[in-house]
């Protein structure tokens, strides 16, 4: 039986949503470290791009800084899951620091790819976001000089580089697929024997759920994206809502929902970005629920089965 006092609303749900196997691991280990070594355990950066997984963690005994002079000597440190740089666990390892790598696996096969590139004498040109930092982790496993980063089709066009017919190229994991196919066309149209990686570094998890979005963005009259606005997977889905047609918004959690975005919208979609827990998804349906009538539906165009291992010494923890 329907509330006649409040107006119906049609609630499209996203399905793949919300945190991917990378996430799961980079929490799980920074929560079985607490658990094995006791608080505090420092993370250098943001475990994962949302503050409500951060806050939650800090609750638990996480501490997080932005460089390892911040942490003291003699307690276990966890580095992101965006991954680092090589100096960082070296220095680390000269602090004599016990350390924990939450870097997502898809993240680090991008590293050991480029480790093999430069290794076979090629120039590297990557793709992502500048100051990123999957991207800065990346450029950090190979010397300077060694790789060059392009952010759109511009930049390809600009390039300079030592040697044209001595090219590869590597992305970040959370890029728009759309986008990169672009700048990717370009880089294959400057220059036809550039190197390409073995596999997509687009990973699983960002292509799912903006193949997710696309399903439903034409059914609804406005997106409602659940993430961090330093989030890259979580900005791309906005951005791939409005490429087709529909008017999307990021939003953090139930709170920073606007009502007057829903004057005269009868279809809402919502999904969350891979860094977002299903708990705030929840909350923001519950927010909606306070105003209208909400028929909900899961729109699910793939079913998400992967799991990775966790670092060896943490499995029984």
């Known amino acids: 039986m329907t509330d ?50 951060v806050d939650t963690l800090k609750a638990q005994g996480a501490i997080f800084v932005d460089e390892l002079d911040e942490v003291p000597d003699d307690v276990p440190v966890v580095f992101s899951a965006h991954g680092v740089p090589k100096a960082v666990p070296a220095k680390a390892a000269e602090r004599g620091l016990s350390y924990l790598d939450a870097t997502c696996p898809l993240v680090s096969k991008v590293h050991r790819q480029a480790e093999r590139l430069v290794a076979a004498g090629r120039h590297i040109i990557f793709i992502g976001h500048a100051g990123h930092p999957e991207v800065i982790g990346t450029f950090g496993q190979v010397p300077e000089g060694n790789m060059t980063l392009v952010e759109n089709v511009d930049d390809v066009a600009a390039l300079v580089v030592p040697d044209p017919d001595n090219l590869a190229f590597l992305t970040q994991t959370t890029l728009s697929v759309e986008d990169t196919a672009a700048v990717l066309s370009a880089l294959r149209s400057r220059y036809p024997s550039i190197v390409a990686p073995h596999a997509d570094d687009i990973c699983y998890a960002t292509t799912n759920r903006q193949t997710a979005v696309k399903a439903i963005a034409s059914g609804v009259d406005l997106m409602l994206v659940i993430g961090a606005p330093n989030s890259s997977n979580s900005l791309r889905l906005v951005e791939v809502a ?57 729109v699910e165009t793939t079913r998400e089965t992967i799991a990775f291992k966790l670092p060896r010494g943490l499995e029984a923890a």
């Open 4 to 53: 006649a006092a409040k107006p119906m609303l049609d609630l499209l749900i996203a399905a793949p949503r919300g945190f991917c196997a990378g996430v799961d691991r980079a929490i799980r280990i920074v929560e079985l470290a607490i658990e094995r070594y006791g608080a505090p355990v420092y993370v250098r950066h943001e475990i994962v791009h949302n503050k409500y997984v």
């Open 242 to 298: 409005e490429r087709e047609g529909t008017p999307a918004r990021l939003i953090q959690r139930a709170d920073d929902l606007d009502f007057e975005w829903l004057a005269g919208v009868g279809a809402l979609g919502i999904t969350a970005g891979a860094s977002a827990p299903e708990v705030l998804v929840r909350e923001v349906v519950a927010r909606i629920a306070e105003r209208f009538d909400v028929v909900e539906r899961e």
